[in-house]
Structures are given as structure tokens and as C-alpha cells.
């Protein structure tokens, strides 16, 4: 089974930038997608951005409506098992907790244990 623990959140002035990290361990073999997702108070928690892990498939790259070309997902390409979430341009809008998700096709479905980002000038 795969674990998952994010960091990296913290305070950050609006229009700043913060890089969330997402560390895996454990078998990532059925994996097939990597995602953010974010949950502020009083809300449902909302899918930020997804990344495919399946080669040789054409599912593309995911991102949350709101996200508007700010915030990059991507996979450390030394490091496979690191997951990152590149947030730039942030609004305070942005401020949640940020959960790190794995998925497979069929009964994995891992989190992390989240990450807050609070968006304050």
C-alpha cells in the first residue's frame, strides 16, 4: 500500500509563490494517477490538478477551474517518488489545506495527511 506525506504549505503574501511536496512510500505498482486537492473551511474539498501516470495513454493533465495557468503538478524527474505542486501568482482565495491523493484503477485511493497554505498580507 502507498503513503503519502505532503508538505511544504506555510504563510505566503498574496501574488507569492510556495512549492507543496508530496513524498510516496510504499508500492506505487497499480498507481495510475497522482492529484492535489485542496479543502477550505466550510467547503468540499476540490480537485486542484492531476497527473497521469499511466505511459503510452493520452489522458491529459488536469486542472481546477480556478486554477487558470497559476499552479503546475508535476513528478520529480530524479526522484520518482516525489510529487510536486508549484503555486505562483497565489490568492487569498487560494488559503486551504492541501491533500496529496494517489489512485489506482481499482481499491487505492491513498491521502496525505494535508498541508496548510494560508494566503495573508
Known amino acids: 500500500q502507498v503513503q503519502l506525506e505532503d508538505s511544504g504549505g506555510g504563510l505566503v503574501q498574496p501574488g507569492g509563490s510556495l512549492r507543496l511536496s508530496c513524498t510516496t512510500s510504499?508500492?506505487?505498482?497499480?498507481?495510475?494517477?497522482m492529484a492535489w486537492y485542496r479543502q477550505a473551511p466550510g467547503k468540499q474539498r476540490e480537485l486542484v490538478a492531476s497527473l497521469s501516470l499511466e505511459e503510452g495513454t493520452d489522458r491529459p493533465t488536469r486542472y481546477g477551474d480556478f486554477v487558470k495557468g497559476r499552479f503546475t503538478i508535476s513528478r520529480d524527474i530524479a526522484k520518482s517518488t516525489v510529487f510536486y505542486l508549484q503555486m505562483n501568482a497565489i490568492k487569498p482565495e487560494d488559503t486551504a489545506v492541501y491533500y496529496c491523493?494517489?489512485?489506482?484503477?481499482?481499491?487505492?485511493?491513498?491521502w496525505g495527511q494535508g498541508t496548510q497554505v494560508t494566503v495573508s498580507a
Open positions: 510504499g508500492s506505487m505498482l497499480n498507481i495510475v494517477t
Open positions: 491523493n494517489a489512485r489506482s484503477w481499482t481499491n487505492v485511493n491513498a
